[in-house]
C-alpha cells in the first residue's frame, strides 16, 4: 500500500507559478512510476505528466515546455513545477504513483490539491 499526500495548490494569478509537491509513505512505497493528473469541474481526469522510476518523463501537449516533472527518490516524492499559468489550468491536481506486480498494476490516488488560475 502506498499514501500519497499532496501540497502546494493555490490561486495564482495567469502567468505565474506554482510548485505542486507529493510525498509517498506506506509499507512498501517502492513504485515503478509517479505523476500528476487533473480533473477540471465537469470533465474527465487527465494525465498531465508522468516519470518513471527510470526517470522517463512524458507531459500532456497542453503543459509540454510550461510544466516540469521531478521526483526525489531517496523522499519519495515527486513534484511539479508549474510556470506560465494559465486559466485553463484550473483544477484538482491529483499524485498518482503505480506499481507493477506479477504483470498487474495497481494505481494509488492523494487526496487532490486545487489549482485556480486568474484571468
Known amino acids: 500500500q502506498v499514501q500519497l499526500v499532496e501540497s502546494g495548490g493555490g490561486l495564482v494569478q495567469a502567468g505565474g507559478s506554482l510548485r505542486l509537491s507529493c510525498a509517498a509513505s506506506?509499507?512498501?512505497?517502492?513504485?515503478?512510476?509517479m505523476g500528476w493528473y487533473r480533473q477540471a469541474p465537469g470533465k474527465q481526469r487527465e494525465l498531465v505528466a508522468t516519470?518513471?522510476?527510470?526517470?522517463?518523463?512524458n507531459y500532456a501537449d497542453s503543459v509540454k515546455g510550461r510544466f516540469t516533472i521531478s521526483r526525489d527518490t531517496a523522499e519519495n516524492m515527486v513534484f511539479l513545477q508549474m510556470n506560465s499559468l494559465k486559466p485553463e489550468d484550473t483544477a484538482a491536481y491529483y499524485c498518482?504513483?503505480?506499481?507493477?506486480?506479477?504483470?498487474?498494476?495497481?494505481?494509488?490516488w492523494g487526496q487532490g490539491t486545487q489549482v485556480t488560475v486568474s484571468s
Open positions: 498518482n504513483a503505480y506499481q507493477i506486480k506479477n504483470w498487474v498494476r495497481y494505481d494509488y
Open positions: 506506506g509499507s512498501d512505497v517502492s513504485t515503478n512510476g
Open positions: 516519470i518513471t522510476s527510470g526517470g522517463r518523463t
